[in-house]
């Protein structure tokens, strides 16, 4: 957390700031307080935008999504103000580093490590899914990894899956080295296409680098598009369910309720997902016990912008 700069603000509506968190495009993240004493994360719109009536209305999209989901794979949403001058909204802060610091600073994560932070990401992918809601920037920026698993973050530009005004064609939203191929093409962007960016996360996760690392964007796109996803070093069952995740297709990518149990290596609907069911928790452990611990480096709903 850094230091609140001199024209910060010292209070949003009732919560106290006590730091900065992050930056982008959209705003400012605050460390607070609430008045009952409880640390939270405060989001504040940059003026300029919110001088916008077409943003207003985006933003409170983003707040109204974010209080469906809920708080157990996202940041509990706590208060917000939309028409406020500074649009603003709160969540319960969860500590932990994302995935992004966590792999940048320590290395790549073990394989089983990984799968278990599959099964984590997943099964919130199911949640945002069944309120009809697509994340369409998941990143390794946008995950926390807290104590007890994983929260998915920024829902700066999730979208209404029957909002036709901002699902249609020729709108492209996201993150480049993260976006499926119809991102990229500016199709409509489905389920299938949190799934793509899934198999990216955690490919990134277990090697270091986005399986479609190129030295420019011409290029990355170029190789979402037309190439492989590079997973040199992955074998068994995480090779296989991170290439059905990438399949440039989305028909051909697996459904997001099966792979919870896919990554946990559990039966499916489909069947067995190929490998021994293995314990990859113990009941004694915290979700997270063998990563990191959590730190004040966390934060929620940070901007869409690249880690």
């Excluded at 946008?142 to 698993?149: C, E, Q, S, T, Y």
């Excluded at 700066?156 to 901002?166: F, K």
Aim: proline share 10%; hydrophobic share 40%.
């Amino acid at each position: 957390m850094d230091a609140l700069k001199p024209d910060d603000p010292q209070w949003v509506g009732p919560y106290r700031l006590d730091g900065r968190l992050g930056a982008g495009g959209m705003g400012q993240v605050f460390l607070g307080t609430s008045p009952g004493g409880r640390k939270v994360a405060v989001k504040v719109i940059r003026p300029e935008l919110a001088a916008t009536p077409q943003f207003r209305a985006r933003f409170a999209r983003e707040v109204e999504a974010a209080r469906r989901v809920g708080g157990f794979h996202t940041p509990q949403v706590v208060d917000a103000d939309p028409q406020a001058e500074s649009p603003w909204l709160v969540t319960a802060f969860v500590p932990g580093p994302t995935l992004h610091q966590v792999v940048t600073g320590r290395g790549p994560l073990e394989a089983d490590a990984v799968l278990r932070l599959g099964a984590g990401l997943a099964e919130g992918l199911a949640a945002i899914h069944k309120c009809d809601l697509v994340h369409r920037d998941l990143k390794p920026g946008n995950v926390i990894l807290a104590d007890d698993g994983p929260r998915i973050i920024d829902f700066g530009i999730a979208r209404a899956v029957d909002a036709s005004s901002l699902t249609e064609t020729g709108t492209v939203i996201g993150t480049y080295a993260y976006m499926s191929p119809e991102q990229i093409r500016a199709d409509r962007a489905g389920p299938a296409s949190d799934v793509f960016a899934l198999g990216s996360v955690l490919a990134f996760a277990a090697t270091g680098h986005s399986p479609f690392d190129a030295p420019d964007l011409v290029e990355v796109v170029q190789r979402i598009l037309d190439q492989p996803p590079v997973l040199d070093g992955l074998d068994g069952e995480l090779h296989v369910l991170l290439t059905a995740c990438l399949a440039k297709d989305p028909a051909e990518r697996p459904s997001v309720a099966d792979l919870p149990a896919r990554f946990a290596g559990r039966p499916t609907s489909g069947g067995r997902s190929g490998t021994a069911v293995r314990r990859l928790r113990p009941a004694d452990t915290p979700y997270f016990a063998a990563w990191p611990a959590p730190t004040s480096e966390g934060g929620l709903m940070l901007p869409a912008l690249p880690p």
